[in-house]
């Protein structure tokens, strides 16, 4: 081939890639594909002060998802990252929310880390209500620029009071970021929002404004005292709950109704197992367990609310409840009325990782579906033009480590992946001998036909390509064929792109 042939090529493929991407930006991800950032498993709340919390927290929590597996673990973190500040138009990521991600993305079982974005919208600094319609429309736009080019897979606000002072641009507010966490150009994938609520104020308008995307998390806690300061009874917090819980269940019947419970593992304003003085350490307020084997206490009266109210449906990949979230990992004190509750932990409690461990919602494991598959190319030093035979490449969003995929056809030997996804939110790309076998059998799979050398016969068939060059968000984005009309063009895009060499480049 002529230099000036290899510079038309070259020029043939930017342009058909720049064309697609172009495509892609029309039009946010149809709701099928937008849903699929939703996480469903059990999350937890960290709030972390220091580096040493971090790794503190993510050695009890490694120690609790091998322990409770799967299907019971805590596969969802929200980790705070920073406040809103509506006068600050230029958001940004808290320092130690960035190192976070990277660190907590190596526990066994979790899938997804999200950012907390909290707000008291009674504060001048936070107030929503004194920034007209656009203005709370480029507030959302700056926010989901800012973390659709981090590595955190979605947001999770926490924007209090929602009562209807703030309801109106609250949900403005909510209704535009949720729209560009699913817009291409924003984001080259999705990536889901989740809002924190009480469950009478969890209706169709604000299930409506969360998008395909969005889901609620529903406080399980804080719902009644018997006067200020003083602790509910595990009784009477069982009573509130199910109620509460029933009004979800019947309110989440909205086309995007989702929703996770939170509940108290550690102490809340009304759930608490003591209350110190901040003054006198002597002066203590007796509450109850949040777990105990024999005397009545907080967290087994929830699970048995679960199991009454949502019961075998729970761990259903199609059910509207995505699991429990877990409250807290907290670096500050819960205080009320100059009190200090305690425990300030989940795992405080003696007895409290092996009872969740054995008792924790189970919520199915998601498979692989080809909407969280990147088709890409991968480029090595072992590609060569000759005695070459086609296989499809992989990269699954979620996956961080290598795994070796079965092809669809027994002749074609598997290729192990290097698994490098990055923790940087990116496209790299990986390689991988075909689709795990759920994939291979979904006529929908989204696939790049590309070649590979026949074996040599000093050579594994199961040796890695290795990862020659990562490739931009714009290039991932033409790759998964996302257009208005929702076509994949992984086969298109395969008669127009070749590796050369093993070494030419996009």
Not at 26 to 46: Q, R
Not at 264 to 283: I, Q, R, Y
Not at 481 to 497: E, M, N, Q, Y
Request: glycine letters at 8%; hydrophobic letters at 35%; a positive charge.
């Amino acid at each position: 081939m002529t230099a000036r042939q290899g510079d038309f090529r070259g020029l043939l493929r930017v342009f058909f890639l720049t064309l697609l991407v172009a495509l892609g930006a029309s039009a946010p991800f149809s709701d099928s594909i937008a849903a699929t950032a939703v996480p469903k498993g059990n999350a937890a709340w960290l709030y972390p002060e220091t580096q040493q919390q971090v790794d503190d927290w993510k050695a009890q929590l490694t120690t609790f998802n091998l322990a409770a597996g799967a299907e019971r673990a805590i596969r969802v973190l929200y980790v705070y990252s920073t406040d809103l500040e509506t006068t600050y138009t230029k958001p940004v990521i808290g320092t130690l929310a960035k190192t976070a991600v990277t660190t907590l993305r190596g526990i066994p079982n979790v899938t997804h880390v999200a950012a907390i974005i909290d707000a008291d919208l009674t504060a001048s600094y936070a107030n929503l209500n004194k920034l007209t319609t656009a203005k709370i429309n480029a507030l959302a736009d700056a926010h989901a620029r800012l973390y659709c080019e981090s590595s955190f897979d979605g947001i999770q606000l926490d924007l209090e009071p929602y009562n209807p002072t703030y309801k109106n641009s609250v949900l403005t507010f909510v209704r535009r970021l949720s729209l560009d966490l699913r817009d291409p150009s924003y984001c080259t994938r999705p990536k889901f929002i989740a809002f924190f609520v009480g469950p009478r104020q969890a209706d169709a308008t604000l299930y409506g404004a969360l998008g395909p995307n969005g889901y609620a998390v529903i406080s399980g806690y804080d719902l009644d005292s018997p006067g200020p300061g003083l602790p509910e009874t595990p009784e009477q917090y069982r009573i509130n709950l199910k109620s509460n819980v029933n009004f979800v269940i019947n309110n989440a019947n909205s086309t995007y109704g989702k929703f996770s419970i939170g509940l108290p593992f550690a102490a809340s304003a009304c759930e608490f197992e003591s209350g110190v003085s901040l003054t006198d350490p002597s002066n203590i307020i007796q509450g109850y367990p949040m777990y105990d084997p024999v005397r009545p206490s907080y967290i087994p009266s929830a699970f048995d609310v679960l199991n009454q109210t949502i019961g075998s449906s729970g761990p259903s990949l199609t059910s509207r409840f995505l699991g429990v979230s877990v409250w807290g990992f907290l670096s500050r004190d819960v205080r009320v009325l100059g009190y200090r509750h305690t425990p300030k932990n989940v795992f405080d409690t003696p007895g409290m990782m092996s009872y969740m461990a054995a008792n924790m919602p189970r919520k199915a494991v998601m498979p692989l579906s080809p909407a969280q598959a990147v088709c890409t190319i991968c480029s090595g030093s072992r590609l060569q033009r000759r005695r070459q035979r086609p296989y499809y490449l992989y990269f699954p969003i979620q996956q961080t480590k290598a795994r070796e995929y079965q092809t669809p056809n027994a002749s074609v030997p598997p290729i192990r992946g290097d698994g490098d996804g990055g923790d940087d939110g990116s496209c790299c790309c990986c390689c991988g001998g075909g689709p795990p076998a759920h994939l291979a059998r979904t006529k929908s799979t989204h696939s790049l036909r590309v070649t590979r050398p026949r074996p040599r016969a000093n050579t594994s068939p199961s040796q890695p390509f290795r990862v020659s060059q990562s490739l931009s968000s714009s290039t991932c984005l033409g790759f998964t064929g996302v257009t208005f009309t929702g076509v994949i063009f992984g086969d298109f895009l395969a008669g127009l792109l070749r590796i050369r060499k093993g070494r030419e480049k996009l």
